[in-house]
């Protein structure tokens, strides 16, 4: 499976940004997903992830409030709705398919990545 995410751009603070992460096919649909960002010089941190049947979901502090992730595994895609947006929210955004019986949030934990998209939010 191929992953790619689209959607980002440029926003000022308090606007709003929807990204989609997009699947190459049919076997995305067994698989939790999560989105990390990577800010400049900084590590790649967990933002958001969903289960495969998008029952579950779990976020970062940082963003819990603010961001909804959820699925639609008819149409092979996970959604990254980003609300009330700060300029620390600002990065490259990537989405990744999530290896079984693993956790969330170490970046070790998956095994397919797509090609990142960049949000910056202005202030």
């Known amino acids: 499976v191929q992953l790619q995410a689209f959607g980002g751009g440029l926003v000022q603070a308090g606007g709003s940004l929807r990204l989609s992460c997009a699947a190459s096919?049919?076997?995305?649909?067994?698989?939790?997903i999560s989105w990390f960002r990577q800010a400049p010089g900084k590590e790649r941190e967990f933002v958001a992830g969903?289960?495969?049947?998008?029952?579950?979901?779990l976020y970062d502090d940082s963003v819990k409030g603010r961001f909804t992730i959820s699925r639609d595994n008819t149409e092979n895609t996970v959604y990254l709705q980003m609300n009330s947006l700060k300029p620390e929210d600002t990065g490259v955004y990537y989405c990744?398919?999530?290896?079984?019986?693993?956790?969330?949030?170490?970046?070790?934990?998956?095994?397919?990545w797509g090609q990142g998209t960049l949000v910056t939010v202005s202030s």
């Open positions: 990744a398919r999530k290896r079984p019986s693993t956790g969330y949030w170490s970046s070790d934990s998956y095994d397919v």
């Open positions: 969903v289960s495969w049947s998008g029952t579950n979901t």
């Open positions: 096919r049919r076997s995305f649909g067994s698989s939790s």
